[in-house]
Each structure stands twice: as structure tokens, then as C-alpha cells.
């Protein structure tokens, strides 16, 4: 029996998912999380207070756990880590966004949940406008980033790129083959030096779908 439904979707277990992933990359994983999280909180004190709390709880773990292991194995190999940490962390938590185990999974459901996870979850601080929402294609365009502006003011902008391969891996996973993601081209991100951040998906519908 499932204990998450449509209106408590699933959580994981992000600690244990960030454990598991360091088990893969590092000679003393255990003893390097235990070393971050008992350091996280004089970490936190170092975040602007303009930050929602919420989202500073969010991503606080995934910032110190970059910004220490970049200290020990230099940029190139921590972000590597990282993002083989943070993009499987981010596809489960949008798995769960979506109800992709609690309601079925169509191209309507999708953008219901994607416009209820930007009222209602941590991306409700982007600032976005729909451009076009049809049977067959959903736009939208995020003016403001919080990912951005979080990471750039922690001095390591670079994070923002992991979430928005976190973008890719749901929408280009949801459905398959019936749905595809892209962003109109290269470089339309934010995180790129765009002045906005492109959002397309497109609805290709099966033999016999009306």
C-alpha cells in the first residue's frame, strides 16, 4: 500500500541518497558527510537572511557539500561529483512533484503539476510567464531564477547548471518518447549569460490519440 497520494506525494530521503552517491566517488565517504553536516549549520549562518528559509533548507546540504569537497579535489572533479549526486536527488524529488507514481501520467497531468510546483514548492520564488499552453505544446519563461541567485551570491553559479540538467532529466523522462524538452536552442538559460531561462515541451501524440 502506498502511503503518498496526490495531495502528499513522495519525499525521499535526501541524506541517505547524498550518502549513498558519495560512497561511489570517495575513499571516506562517511567520514567526509558526517564532517559537512555537523559544519552545515555554521554554513548556514553564512547565507543572506533575504533568502527564504525554506529554500535555503533545500539546497544548503548540496552548496556546502560542493564548496568542501571543491577545497579538497579542486572544481572540475567536485562538480563531477556533485552532479551525479544532485541530478538523481532532483529527478526523485520531481518524480514526486509530478505524481508520477500517484496519477497517471499524461501530457495534462504534466503541466497541473508543473503549475502547482511553481505555486507551491520551492520554485514558487522564480519569477515565470506562460508564453503558449495547448494540446500539443507548453512555453513558459523564467525571468528570475532563485537557483541562480542563491549559488551566484555563494560565489559558485555553476550549481545553477545541475538543476537545469535536473529540468531535462524529469521532462525528457516523464513520458518517453510521447513528450520531448528543450529550451528553443543553446544558451537560452539563465545560467548561460540568457537574460531568461526557455521551457518547451511538446506533446507528440501516439497513433490514435485524438
Given at each position: ?123 514558487r520564488w ?23 541567485n542563491f ?60
Amino acid at each position: 500500500m502506498l502511503k503518498s497520494t496526490v495531495e502528499s506525494p513522495g519525499q525521499p530521503n535526501k541524506v541517505l541518497m547524498a550518502l549513498g552517491g558519495l560512497q561511489g566517488y570517495l575513499k571516506n565517504p562517511l567520514g567526509f558527510f558526517v564532517a559537512t553536516l555537523l559544519t552545515i549549520p555554521r554554513f548556514k549562518k553564512q547565507i543572506p537572511a533575504d533568502f527564504p528559509a525554506e529554500f535555503v533548507r533545500a539546497n544548503a546540504l548540496q552548496a556546502w557539500l560542493y564548496i568542501r569537497l571543491k577545497s579538497q579535489v579542486g572544481q572540475e572533479q567536485a562538480y563531477e561529483v556533485v552532479r551525479a549526486i544532485v541530478v538523481p536527488i532532483g529527478l526523485t524529488l520531481q518524480q514526486g512533484n509530478f505524481r508520477s507514481v500517484e496519477a497517471p501520467r499524461s501530457f495534462e497531468n504534466l503541466i497541473t503539476y508543473q503549475q502547482r510546483t511553481m505555486r507551491e514548492g520551492i520554485t514558487r520564488w522564480n519569477t515565470l510567464e506562460i508564453l503558449e499552453q495547448s494540446a500539443y505544446r507548453y512555453e513558459i519563461r523564467v525571468t528570475n531564477c532563485m537557483y541562480y541567485n542563491f549559488y551566484n551570491q555563494l560565489g559558485i553559479p555553476e550549481m545553477t547548471r545541475m538543476m537545469c540538467a535536473v529540468d531535462n532529466a524529469i521532462f525528457n523522462t516523464y513520458l518517453p518518447e510521447e513528450i520531448t524538452f528543450h529550451r528553443n536552442g543553446i544558451g537560452n538559460r539563465i545560467a548561460d549569460g540568457a537574460a531568461a531561462c526557455q521551457f518547451v515541451m511538446e506533446y507528440h501524440a501516439r497513433s490514435g490519440d485524438s
